[in-house]
């Protein structure tokens, strides 16, 4: 059983570009980046996660020999991600045990067009990154892009809050790791969203029952 990624462009008259997939693949999710030159293909195969990276920034140059390349990032089960909003970059969080910064630079080997890419099968958690404790049951990170549209951003992501069995919803630098804490006391599947100037989550507030969706103003970074 083979699958493929059809590209179709919507300007020009240039036909459909068809990338051949991972055999055995199932893919369930298409994610592109902010920048439109790299394509996230979330799917399943070997009863494993896997995440791949389409890059298409050849396709967007005026040239009929221009191919795409593909590259398997690695397995993680579960898998969340979001794509930096000022590069083609990911946050990934693996096995809600780590939040790993992904780089998604192709290389040269990378297969073409005609040739479908094989599956190195790499945990994303064997990565560097940083280790997720306590027991945050891990919603999708969103990186924040930065209202100066000049720096890396930030992520928005739930942090440990002990000895609480609660968690605290924190706004990180992703440069130096630095934390601001959004909200102290939110429960360990607390849904969460953000713009670069408000943040709004929802879900009990305290141990007191008080709940509801609450929104916040958030400052950028001087």
């Known amino acids: 059983q ?3 990624l059809v590209v179709i462009p919507t300007r020009g008259h240039r036909p459909p570009l068809v990338i051949p997939l991972i055999p055995f693949l199932t893919p369930y999710y298409l994610c592109p ?15 494993q ?7 298409l920034s050849p396709l967007l140059l005026s040239c009929p020999k221009a191919t795409a ?12 991600f979001d ?13 809600e045990k780590k939040l790993v910064r992904l780089e998604t630079e192709l290389s040269d080997q990378a297969p073409s067009l005609k040739e479908p890419a094989e599956a190195i099968l790499t945990d994303l958690e064997s990565l560097e990154g940083t280790e997720i404790r306590g027991r945050i049951s891990f919603r999708a990170p969103q990186w924040l892009p930065d209202p100066s549209g000049k720096g890396h951003g930030r992520w928005l ?9 609660r968690v605290s919803l924190a706004l990180v630098d992703p440069e130096t790791n630095e934390a601001e804490i959004v909200c102290e006391n939110l429960p360990p599947e607390a849904h969460f969203t953000g713009t670069p100037s408000w943040v709004a989550w929802c879900g009990l507030h305290d141990e007191h029952g008080h709940g509801g ?3 916040r103003r958030i400052h950028p970074k001087l």
């Open 2 to 4: 083979n699958t493929a």
């Open 83 to 95: 794509w930096a909003p000022h590069a083609p970059e990911l946050l990934a969080v693996c096995h």
């Open 157 to 165: 992501v739930p942090r440990d809050n002990p000895p609480s069995p």
């Open 213 to 215: 969706v609450f929104a």
């Open 49 to 55: 996660q896997v995440l791949l990276i389409a890059d």
């Open 33 to 47: 980046s902010p920048c439109g030159t790299r394509l996230a293909v979330l799917g399943s195969v070997k009863r």
């Open 69 to 80: 390349r593909l590259s398997c990032l690695g397995t993680a089960a579960p898998l969340y």
